[in-house]
């Protein structure tokens, strides 16, 4: 949600961006919050990001959680 969010209210807003309240007075705040937003986003969802979104998209690929150090070890 946090990374698509942003990418849907860009999208959005340039048909529905009468019904946001200051749109049309400051659209530079809003694409400055939205680009801060899916900065985050990329953040918090981690580096193996890119894996997953290819994951989805191609056939062959599978994902594999990343396995946990063996506390015994």
């Not at 009468?18 to 400051?26: E, M, R, W």
């Not at 193996?48 to 150090?69: G, M, Y």
């Amino acid at each position: 949600m946090l990374f698509v969010l942003p990418l849907a209210l860009a999208w959005a807003g340039s048909f529905f961006g009468h019904h946001l309240p200051g749109y049309s007075g400051h659209p530079l705040t809003y694409a400055i919050g939205r680009n801060v937003v899916l900065l985050v986003s990329l953040f918090v969802l981690g580096g193996e990001l890119s894996d997953k979104l290819r994951a989805l998209f191609t056939q062959e690929v599978r994902v594999v959680p990343a396995t946990t150090a063996d506390p015994e070890k």
